[in-house]
């Protein structure tokens, strides 16, 4: 679900001057935006009962590599996911992935998997199998990649094993292997390992590094501090709808350079 949205008491606050170069990921040559897992993003916005939640003016993600998006609740991570992937549509701005237009065509290349898994009530094996037939494979196809990714998350010796009857590590272990199943150009996980326990989100975390270093572009929305220092290539840092910085990792959790981000790593409420 969205992420719970506060009213806000004061106009915000402007952020700090922004990073000098150095600081920030590079722009993306022409060549870098055409590839089908870099994202651009140009005057988005999003509004909704005379408040504006998303306002973003300018974002370019790198086609590769994990990228960690970072905030406080409510900052509007989940809106921007749900844009990015056009589940909704922006009051206005641009949106674009590989320099196609974020629509159906881009939707299709990409995998979008929740905090909370939802899985049909049948087999652990039927639950990816049902994704593959959706996409037009064979009988013979589905049963090898089935296996295959299964056998990927840890699951094969529950293939048959009613998918609802698993524990939450393993659902969401099922969910990510549904949504690898399709090969997905970009994947996109919306606190994926919220609440799960410690070897849960160990197991997750592997899998979600060998399909980076696959090639699939990754999204990746957390609260984990400690997470997005293990996993994130580079780090956007949401406050208030807008990006208050986009910088490499190591740059970022050096010396964040927004006051926004730096109250966030400190454990400090920046209202």
């Given at each position: 679900?969205p992420?719970?949205?506060?009213?806000?008491?004061?106009?915000?606050?402007?952020?700090?001057?922004?990073?000098?170069?150095?600081?920030?990921?590079?722009?993306?040559?022409?060549?870098?935006?055409?590839?089908?897992?870099?994202?651009?993003?140009?005057?988005?916005?999003?509004?909704?009962?005379?408040?504006?939640?998303?306002?973003?003016?300018?974002l370019a993600?790198?086609?590769?590599?994990?990228?960690?998006?970072?905030?406080?609740?409510?900052?509007?991570?989940?809106?921007?996911?749900?844009?990015?992937?056009?589940?909704?549509?922006?009051?206005h701005?641009?949106?674009?992935?590989?320099?196609?237009?974020?629509?159906?065509?881009?939707?299709?290349?990409?995998?979008?998997v929740?905090?909370?898994?939802?899985?049909?009530?049948?087999?652990?094996?039927?639950?990816?199998?049902?994704?593959?037939?959706?996409?037009?494979?064979?009988?013979?196809?589905?049963?090898?990649?089935?296996?295959?990714?299964?056998?990927?998350?840890?699951?094969?010796a529950?293939?048959?094993?009613?998918a609802?009857?698993?524990?939450?590590?393993?659902?969401?272990?099922?969910?990510?292997?549904?949504?690898?199943?399709?090969?997905?150009?970009?994947l996109?996980?919306?606190?994926?390992?919220?609440?799960?326990?410690?070897?849960?989100?160990?197991?997750?975390?592997?899998?979600?590094?060998?399909?980076?270093?696959?090639?699939?572009?990754?999204?990746?929305?957390?609260?984990?501090?400690?997470?997005?220092?293990?996993?994130?290539?580079?780090?956007?840092?949401?406050?208030?709808?807008?990006?208050?910085?986009?910088?490499?990792?190591?740059?970022?959790?050096?010396?964040?350079?927004?006051?926004?981000?730096?109250?966030?790593?400190?454990?400090?409420?920046?209202?």
């Amino acid at each position: 679900m969205p992420e719970s949205l506060r009213p806000r008491s004061a106009p915000p606050a402007a952020e700090p001057s922004a990073a000098p170069p150095a600081a920030r990921l590079p722009e993306p040559s022409p060549r870098d935006r055409a590839r089908p897992g870099a994202l651009r993003v140009e005057g988005l916005a999003l509004d909704a009962q005379g408040r504006r939640l998303v306002d973003i003016d300018h974002l370019a993600l790198p086609a590769g590599g994990v990228t960690m998006v970072m905030g406080q609740n409510g900052a509007g991570k989940s809106l921007f996911l749900r844009l990015i992937h056009g589940l909704i549509a922006p009051s206005h701005g641009w949106i674009s992935w590989g320099e196609v237009p974020c629509g159906p065509a881009t939707r299709a290349t990409q995998a979008l998997v929740f905090q909370k898994p939802v899985l049909l009530r049948r087999s652990v094996a039927a639950n990816v199998d049902f994704v593959l037939k959706a996409r037009g494979l064979s009988r013979a196809a589905r049963r090898e990649r089935c296996a295959e990714m299964l056998a990927r998350v840890g699951l094969e010796a529950h293939a048959r094993q009613p998918a609802r009857l698993l524990s939450g590590g393993e659902q969401q272990r099922l969910a990510l292997a549904r949504a690898l199943a399709i090969r997905p150009q970009v994947l996109l996980l919306d606190e994926a390992t919220a609440s799960l326990d410690p070897a849960s989100v160990l197991a997750i975390e592997r899998i979600v590094t060998e399909a980076a270093e696959a090639g699939t572009k990754v999204i990746f929305i957390t609260h984990d501090i400690g997470q997005a220092r293990r996993l994130a290539d580079d780090v956007a840092f949401l406050h208030r709808g807008r990006i208050a910085e986009h910088r490499p990792a190591a740059q970022f959790f050096l010396g964040p350079q927004s006051e926004s981000a730096l109250a966030y790593l400190e454990g400090r409420i920046l209202l």
